[in-house]
């Protein structure tokens, strides 16, 4: 069977630089009806191993490590027998949350995971953190872009460790270049495509 999408919106909190925000967040499961991968599991650990409905994880994929993304992973993961892996560059963001810990694996840009007979792609796309990190599966025509890129243009960069001159280079470098009929699906929020957002780049 071949791999397939799923979305779950899970709602919580985002916070950073002394400030609390309520934020949704999308966690998207990709693989079949016996394995998958899970992007971001957010908020609720059991309301992901729920959608997860028994299947096997292969592993926890973090798109960056702010803490709304990454706070329940390590519960979520310890649920569905998961390792972690997230790019080592948002370390510092990781240690927040999980002082003295690393995720179990590091994310290397250019490095592929597999499942369901489906290639994930890791682009490092530095600007929101610098650790953040994309995953385009080609043959899905998708790309999952975190809060790299958004339906309406860029990620935040409004706070620390972020760089609004950087994620643009990002997503023209990394993103824009894709097929412009590549869905993008965010970490918050609605859907896009690349096509959509390239005039919206600025």
Not at 3 to 19: E, W, Y
Not at 101 to 128: C, K, N, R, S, Y
Request: one cysteine or more; a negative charge; charged letters at 15%.
């Amino acid at each position: 069977m071949a791999a397939r999408i799923d979305r779950l919106v899970t709602s919580g909190t985002f916070s950073l630089d002394g400030g609390t925000w309520e934020v949704d967040n999308n966690v998207w499961i990709v693989g079949d009806d016996a394995e998958v991968f899970v992007i971001d599991p957010a908020h609720d650990p059991q309301a992901v191993l729920a959608a997860v409905a028994g299947r096997t994880v292969k592993a926890v994929l973090l798109t960056h490590g702010h803490d709304d993304h990454i706070r329940h992973a390590r519960e979520f993961a310890a649920l569905a027998g998961a390792p972690v892996f997230m790019n080592p560059a948002d370390q510092m963001l990781w240690e927040d949350i999980y002082p003295g810990t690393t995720p179990d694996g590091p994310i290397a840009d250019g490095q592929v995971f597999e499942v369901a007979g489906t290639q994930l792609t890791a682009l490092h796309t530095p600007g929101h953190s610098p650790g953040s990190t994309c995953f385009y599966a080609g043959s899905l025509a998708t790309v999952f872009s975190g809060d790299t890129l958004f339906n309406g243009g860029p990620g935040a960069t409004g706070r620390s460790f972020s760089d609004h001159p950087t994620i643009l280079r990002s997503i023209a470098g990394r993103l824009l270049v894709l097929p412009a009929e590549t869905v993008v699906n965010t970490g918050h929020g609605d859907s896009t495509t690349v096509g959509a957002e390239a005039g919206r780049i600025s």
